[in-house]
Structure formats: C-alpha cells, structure tokens
C-alpha cells in the first residue's frame, strides 16, 4: 500500500462540511480484498481493538487495504480524545487506486493518523508489533499543543454557537471572528479593544495601585523598593505582615505572601527578583483570594481561589499525597487542562518548613497543608464558583478598577473574608487588575458552576443577531463565471458597498488589483474575507480550488452556478465525467445558508438538479420562460429571470421586473447570448441580496466589459476597419459560446487565432478547432507559452487533426509565439473582416492588442 498526494480539505469540500485529510492510496491486487491477506483483519484487531466493524451490518463486500487506513486514522484520533465522526474511501477510475477522506480537528493531527494508521496497517500486514499506546499519547500530546487553550477555546465555542465564523490566524491564540468589514480579532482573553497603554498600566503594580486608589478602590499600601534592605525597610514602614512581588509579574510568579521576619523579606525579595528587577512592598491583606472576571461594564464571573494544597491521612507523606492529588486527569501541565499539577519545587519547600512539614512528613488525618502562599491556578491552586454570592457594592468597585486601567476584560484581583460584603466594611482590598485573564477557573472551577463567560466576551464583541458576516456571493460554472462576478460586484458597488472581488485574473478590493494571476481558489477568498475594508464578498470559486482545499466560507448568501460544460479540465484530479465535474461545482449551493439563495441556470440539466441539494430558496434563470424547470417552478410562485422579447424580466408570483436588453450594453441588443445569461444570472444575484431594483438597472446599463474592466471576456476593439475580439475561451463550449455569437456579427473574412491548454484531454482540444473549422476562413494556430506538461508540438497537433474535415477554412498556419500569431493576424485583416484572438497571457495579450490599434 502507498499513500501519496496528501490534502488538507480546510473547508466545505466535495466529500463533506467537516475539514479533512484526503489521501491517494494505491493498493496492491492482494490488498484491494484484505480477505485475500490471511489472518490481516484478525492481526489489525489485536493490535487496536477499538477500531469497530469495518463494514456496515448486512454488508459483503470486498474491504480494501484503504478502507482499513480509513477507519484506522478516524479510530486513532477518537481514541486521542479528537471530536471526529466522518471518513470515507472512493474507487477512483484506476484499479487498485482509492481516494481516502478522514474528518480532523487539527490538521497536524489528522496528518500524523494518517501516518500512524498506516504503520499500523503495515505492522498487521507484516505480523509485526504495533505501540498502540504510544501512537495515541503522541495524538494527544499533537492535540494538546496545537488545539487553542481553554480560554479561548470557550470564546470560539460561544462564537460557534452564534453562527459567527472564526479564523485563527497564527498557530497560537490568535482568532478572527466575522469577516471584512465586521471582523473582530482575539488573542486568548484580550481583544483588538484592549488598549496596550491599559495592559502596560495592569501590568506595573505601583502604577496599578496609584490609578484605583485615585478612583476610591481599596489597595493595599505599599512602595517599590531598591533592594532587599529596601524592602526590609519598607516591610518596618508598612509594620506587619507583607507581600513582596514584581511589579511587572503575572500568573502568581515570583509572589511571597504573609511575610514578617528579616529573614523571610529577604528570601522572598530573591525569588521575586529571579522574574524582575522592579519589585514592590505591600501590606499583607489577611483573607481570601477572589478574581473577579469584568467584561464591559459587568462582572460576569467570581471565583474563590486556593492555595496548593494537600489533606492529610496519617499514612502517606507529602510527595505521595501530592501525587495522588496530581493524578487526578483534570490536572495537567500548562493551561490545556481545567487544572494544573502541584510542583514540589523550591517555593513549595519553604512554604512546608513554614508549617514545620518536609516533603517526606506525614501529616495527621485531616491536617490541612499548603504547598505555596498564594493561590494562582497556574501554580497548581483550585477554584470555587461565588458568581452568585458577589455582594453589588463588591462588583461595582471591581467594574470601577478595570474601567479605571481601561480595560474591556479585566481579571481583578481581591483579598477580603468573603464577597457577600463591601470590601470597605471588612478591611479588603484590590491587590492586581490582570490584562488576558485566564477563563480556566470560571469556565470548569474545582467547586460550583461554570460560568458563560465566552459567550459574554462574545457578547461585548457582537451585538445581539450579529453575526459578524459580510454578504457572499460564491460563482460556480464552467464559463461565465468571471463576467458574473464583475457585473455582481459592480452593481453592490453602486449600492455604496465596499465590494471584494476574486477572479481568474486577480483579487481586486474597491476596485484596485491587490494581486494578478488565477485567484479563483480558497486563498484568495480568505484575502478577500479578511479585509478590513470589505462590507461584500463576491467570489468566483473554481473547481480546482475545491477540490485542492474546499471552500475558504462556511456558507455563502448567493451561489451562482452558470452551467457545467464538456471538456472542463476533465481528466484531473479523479473528476473523469461532466457529471463527476457537477458533483465538484454543487458544492457551493450546497453550503447555501438556509436564508439565501442558489441562481442556477434552468436550461443545464446538472445545474438545475442542484435545487435538491440547496438548504436556501432558488432562483433559476434561462432564456426560455417556457421550459419545464421555468414553467413549474414559476407556477410555484417562485422566483424566476428570462427572456421576454426585448427584455430579460426577473419575476415572482405576479410581480415582475422588466430591463430592457438595450439598457444592458454587454448583451448588445440580446445578440451576445452567452452575455446575456451572465446578465440574467447576476441580475437573479443581485435581487437575492436585496438590492434596489434602479439600482440594478442603473448598474446593467453601465456595466462596460472592456479590457479595462473585463480582461479577456469579449473585449472589442477596431482595427483598420475590421472588429477584433479578444477572449480567455478556452473550453468546447466556449468556443461553441463564441462561434454563435459572432454569428449576429456582420463580416467578410473571419479569422480566429487559437491555442489549446495542455492539461485538456485529447478529444477536447480536437473539439476546439472541429467548432472553429466550420465558421472562420482562415484558422492561425500558435503554441500556449505553458504546454502543462504535453511535448512541444503535441498541442498543435492535436489542433491540426481537429481541422482536417473542415467546412469552411481554406488556410491553416502555425505560428510559433502568441504575439507573432496575432501579429499575423492583423496583417491579414481588411475593412469589415472580423478576427477572433483566442489569447493565452490575457493582460500581455491585450496589452499587444492596443498597442497594435493605437499604432493605426
């Protein structure tokens, strides 16, 4: 068995809504059956039992090799704990060669399933051993290093559960909710409201206190001290017990508490000065430690929090009740886990020899034994939920320190008895305000409830019945996709939007290129999404790109599907039919959101099929306002976009809009019909988003696709008298596209200049020239700058072969270089003659193009 071509499917993809890995497993004849292997399922089952049925309950048919990874790789990862339900293995056209697709909640760690599962297949293969146990504590350990941590794990849930869509941007902690203009970004607690002056204030102590105590919150007095006899001197100027700590510390780090002696100064001014050298000198509030959560104006949160500690029983010393504590499965090292694990370092010696206890000591049954002074979670400490028991007074002056720092999340730190009282009444204090609080303690405390506070983050960021979303508009089809998108991005933006666009020929924001080339795939989309300065999104979204990656969205407002054509880079990537090719292209209407809309052309029988796999409403469009699709669904009182006469009229029920087709300058008059279905289908888009109708008639009626504003779409220009057209077309149906409209042009002589991409079957570069043959005079074949992998001369070949029985052109030339070829062209032309420039470098070409009519 070999696995090769590994995918990460990052988005809704041909397969399904999860991300996934998909693999290429190429299987020996023996493994295309594991019956055929002797003793292989019974060896794979000893050595991971869990795997469950291979096969469904009634089912006999042959299991293969790949079908054994699959289940293996999902199997590994839910034994690692990863929330993974979907895989799948698909016979591709090759014999003994399967597509492998298995659902990951972490990339790194669905790659490194795949891998162990193979391993495992190869070891029950080969009757070798097989670690189980160490395959899945690696899964785990990958999960727990790459998953986000708990706190901002618990905001992308809250977010999740809204509909708002996420991104993390780095491998870390920061997160983008929403998209364009409507994003939010978070780093763990923090948010892109949080000031950094306020997390530099929260973060110097002495500064901290001076500001609170300015606002009447109560602080611990104290100073910043010089050194240790500084400090010592500070501790005899507060008179009694102290806290020593830096002043820029966080996470209970270097903290000393409850310190009275020289001594105990001293030692505890060294280990503050091992984390900073500014360090601060303050009373010692007798009571206990809370942290107040503030989100906005709200304290939405409070936990008590205590020290590391241990309960004796009389039969085990210190180290072991230590170890017995730190079994328990919700502590962990970090912060991945809802606890940490109590160290017996330094700190938590001395702590012991302050109540006469050693590591080895065995304390009496119930004798309570504190492992460190203060009680920071980080630090192995527990917490218990008083959300409830906050006294207002209490909340109000938490929500008046954190507003005092200026901070939209704030963890505020208090020392009293209890927080059913004002801290005034009982002598407390606020002793630290926390810029990126930790969540851990609220969301699953020790003791109590946990609280929502992700979902009151999430609250402070988006109002109620704010989703973060901009509208998408996704385009699918194998020719007029980018004119579509062009025309739905010019009417939005007459609509005052802010439009992002993704084309074949670039990504383009407010109507300025930000990059060139094909970026019709998932990586522009995300470009495009993750503008500041976009309110709308519209996306042509190219099979390869699916197929590569899935889908940069969770769901679009209005999916677009033109038509499915033959000869659309059939013969890639496993997608051998137009049939297989419509499965790829359904699947932007098929992640439609229940409110939107899929525009999909009446007259494509595979594209109509489409409305069955659609959760939103449909709109379907064709020039023929009476075929069955148009006729039934109309009769429906649903919505509908044809051709009336003169007019293309969008009609629902017994309402109907009517645009003349004189007013759309691109269909001129209704003789361009490719243009005018492009029309149609972005007219159908547009009354989906809800646009104004003179809105859209004022943005068909100045909708210009020249090569300025349309590359390569049925740009016109005049020559000496003749009419030049330059197109991308570059598929049979295309061509067929083009050869009827020119049909409605007046002409002598026609020309057609014409290349064949590569990466086409043989029969669909034939089937270009077969169509040009039997319109144009004279045929000018050149060679493509990029053979994608075909021989030189192979291609034009293949086009001289489909020229042989044709009907109307006289002359065939070969003509080496793309410019050259229409160079040749042009030298041929004579008034009213007309030339077809099937161009290859769409901008180099055009650009040679207008230089050559401007030289006239």
């Given at each position: 068995m070999e696995v090769s071509r590994i995918r990460a499917l990052r988005g809704p993809n041909l397969w399904s809504r999860h991300t996934a890995i998909e693999a290429i497993i190429s299987c020996t004849e023996a493994e295309c059956s594991i019956r055929d292997i002797p003793g292989f399922e019974a060896r794979l089952r000893a050595r991971f039992p869990e795997i469950g049925s291979l096969q469904p309950a009634g089912h006999e048919d042959a299991i293969s090799m790949a079908q054994a990874l699959e289940l293996a790789a999902l199997g590994l990862q839910a034994q690692a704990g990863c929330p993974v339900t979907f895989s799948e293995t698909s016979q591709t056209v090759e014999t003994g060669v399967y597509q492998v697709v298995v659902e990951y909640s972490e990339e790194g760690v669905g790659r490194a399933a795949l891998e162990l599962a193979a391993e495992l297949c190869r070891a029950a293969t080969e009757d070798q051993p097989y670690d189980l146990s160490a395959a899945i504590s690696r899964l785990r350990d990958l999960d727990e290093d790459l998953r986000l941590g708990p706190s901002t794990g618990a905001i992308v849930q809250a977010a999740t559960a809204r509909g708002i869509p996420h991104r993390r941007l780095t491998s870390g902690s920061l997160v983008q909710f929403g998209w364009g203009s409507r994003q939010r970004r978070i780093q763990a607690a923090e948010t892109d409201r949080t000031s950094a002056i306020a997390e530099a204030i929260a973060q110097d102590k002495d500064l901290t206190k001076k500001l609170l105590d300015a606002a009447g919150v109560p602080v611990p007095y104290g100073r910043p001290v010089s050194d240790a006899e500084d400090a010592w001197a500070a501790t005899r100027e507060i008179g009694g017990a102290?806290?020593?700590?830096?002043?820029?510390?966080?996470?209970?780090?270097?903290?000393?508490?409850?310190?009275?002696?020289?001594?105990?100064?001293?030692?505890g001014y060294a280990t503050a000065a091992e984390i900073s050298a500014e360090i601060i000198v303050e009373r010692y509030i007798p009571g206990f430690d809370f942290r107040?959560?503030?989100?906005?104006?709200?304290?939405?949160?409070?936990?008590?929090?205590?020290?590391?500690?241990?309960?004796?029983?009389?039969?085990?010393?210190?180290?072991?009740?230590?170890?017995?504590?730190?079994?328990?499965?919700?502590?962990?090292?970090?912060?991945?886990?809802?606890?940490?694990?109590?160290?017996?370092?330094?700190?938590?010696?001395?702590?012991?020899?302050?109540?006469?206890?050693?590591?080895?000591?065995?304390?009496?049954?119930?004798?309570l034994v504190n492992l460190r002074n203060n009680a920071n979670l980080s630090t192995g400490g527990s917490a218990t939920d008083v959300t409830d028991d906050v006294h207002p007074e209490l909340a109000a002056r938490a929500v008046a320190a954190a507003q005092m720092i200026g901070l939209d999340i704030c963890g505020v730190d208090v020392v009293c008895?209890?927080?059913?009282?004002?801290?005034?009444?009982?002598?407390?204090?606020?002793?630290?305000?926390?810029?990126?609080?930790?969540?851990?303690?609220?969301?699953?405390?020790?003791?109590?409830?946990?609280?929502?506070?992700?979902?009151?983050?999430?609250?402070?960021?988006?109002?109620?019945?704010?989703?973060?979303?901009?509208?998408?508009?996704?385009?699918?089809?194998?020719?007029?996709?980018?004119?579509?998108?062009?025309?739905?991005?010019?009417?939005?933006?007459?609509?005052?939007?802010?439009?992002?666009?993704?084309?074949?020929?670039?990504?383009?924001?407010?109507?300025?290129?930000?990059?060139?080339?094909?970026?019709?795939?998932?990586?522009?989309?995300?470009?495009?999404?993750?503008?500041?300065?976009?309110?709308?999104?519209?996306?042509?979204?190219?099979?390869?790109?699916?197929?590569?990656?899935?889908l940069a969205f969770d769901r679009c407002n209005v999916a677009v599907v033109t038509n499915i054509g033959v000869g659309d880079h059939l013969g890639l990537s496993y997608i051998s039919t137009t049939e297989d090719l419509a499965v790829v292209k359904r699947v932007i209407a098929e992640n439609v959101a229940p409110h939107g809309v899929a525009v999909l052309n009446a007259t494509d029988p595979m594209v109509s099929r489409m409305a069955d796999s659609c959760p939103g409403s449909i709109?379907?469009?064709?020039?023929?306002?009476?075929?069955?699709?148009?006729?039934?669904?109309?009769?429906?009182?649903?919505?509908?976009?044809?051709?009336?006469?003169?007019?293309?009229?969008?009609?629902?029920?017994s309402t109907e809009y009517r645009i003349a087709l004189a007013e759309i300058p691109i269909t001129r008059n209704g003789t361009i019909g490719f243009q005018v279905e492009n029309a149609m289908a972005a007219m159908a888009a547009a009354w989906a988003l809800g646009l104004d109708w003179e809105i859209i008639r004022t943005g068909l009626s100045t909708f210009i696709n020249d090569a300025q504003t349309a590359p390569g779409r049925f740009n016109l220009f005049s020559y000496r008298g003749a009419t030049l057209i330059a197109d991308y077309g570059h598929n049979p149906d295309a061509i067929l596209a083009l050869v009827r409209a020119?049909?409605?042009?007046?002409?002598?002589?026609?020309?057609?200049?014409?290349?064949?991409?590569?990466?086409?079957?043989?029969?669909?570069?034939?089937q270009q020239t077969e169509i040009l043959g039997d319109a144009f005079d004279k045929v000018i074949l050149y060679q493509d700058q990029c053979q994608r992998g075909r021989a030189d001369g192979e291609v034009l070949a293949l086009l001289q072969q489909g020229l042989v029985n044709a009907r109307r052109a006289t002359s065939i030339e070969e003509i080496r270089g793309e410019f050259l070829a229409i160079d040749a062209a042009l030298a041929c032309l004579e008034p009213e003659d007309l030339c077809l420039i099937l161009i290859d470098q769409v901008d180099e070409a055009l650009a040679h193009i207008a230089k050559r009519v401007a030289e006239t």
């Open positions: 102290v806290v020593i700590k830096p002043c820029d510390g966080n996470q209970g780090k270097g903290v000393a508490v409850n310190l009275e002696t020289r001594e105990q100064v001293l030692a107040l959560l503030v989100v906005g104006k709200n304290v939405v949160a409070a936990a008590r929090r205590d020290p590391p500690q241990v309960i004796g029983d009389g039969v085990h010393a210190i180290s072991e009740l230590v170890e017995m504590v730190n079994s328990d499965p919700r502590r962990g090292e970090g912060h991945a886990t809802s606890l940490t694990k109590i160290r017996l370092d330094d700190i938590a010696i001395a702590t012991l020899a302050k109540q006469d206890y050693q590591t080895h000591s065995v304390p009496a049954k119930g004798a008895d209890n927080v059913h009282k004002p801290l005034e009444e009982q002598g407390g204090a606020v002793i630290e305000t926390n810029a990126a609080p930790g969540l851990r303690m609220h969301l699953q405390p020790s003791f109590g409830k946990g609280r929502p506070v992700g979902e009151a983050i999430v609250s402070s960021l988006f109002a109620d019945r704010d989703d973060g979303r901009i509208p998408v508009v996704a385009v699918a089809g194998t020719n007029g996709k980018t004119t579509t998108v062009r025309l739905i991005a010019h009417l939005q933006t007459l609509s005052g939007l802010r439009v992002g666009m993704t084309n074949s020929d670039g990504v383009y924001i407010e109507g300025q290129r930000i990059d060139t080339g094909d970026c019709s795939g998932p990586k522009s989309a995300r470009t495009v999404l993750l503008h500041p300065d976009v309110d709308a999104a519209v996306l042509e979204t190219a099979r390869g790109g699916i197929l590569r990656e899935g709109t379907f469009f064709a020039s023929d306002r009476q075929h069955p699709v148009m006729a039934t669904h109309r009769a429906r009182g649903q919505r509908v976009v044809y051709v009336d006469g003169d007019a293309i009229v969008a009609a629902e029920g020119i049909e409605n042009l007046p002409s002598k002589q026609r020309i057609v200049v014409i290349s064949g991409a590569g990466d086409r079957r043989d029969i669909d570069i034939r």
